[in-house]
């Protein structure tokens, strides 16, 4: 279900929510998967597993 979001949207998404939520990326990832380079990393190509991207889209709607 996850894996049919492209990288980018799911980049644009988790940047709309710090700026709602007020937090930086780096808190992002950190909160998210205790990654605080999470977002950088994707923005230069990293791929999720599709277990990665599950716990991102699980956080973004729970938190």
Do not use: H, W
């Amino acid at each position: 279900m996850f894996d049919t979001i492209p990288e980018q949207d799911l980049i644009e998404k988790i940047e709309k929510f710090c700026e709602t939520k007020g937090i930086t990326l780096t808190d992002f990832g950190r909160l998210a998967l205790n990654d605080t380079a999470l977002v950088t990393t994707l923005k230069r190509g990293r791929e999720l597993r599709s277990s990665t991207r599950g716990k991102i889209m699980s956080y973004l709607s729970n938190a």
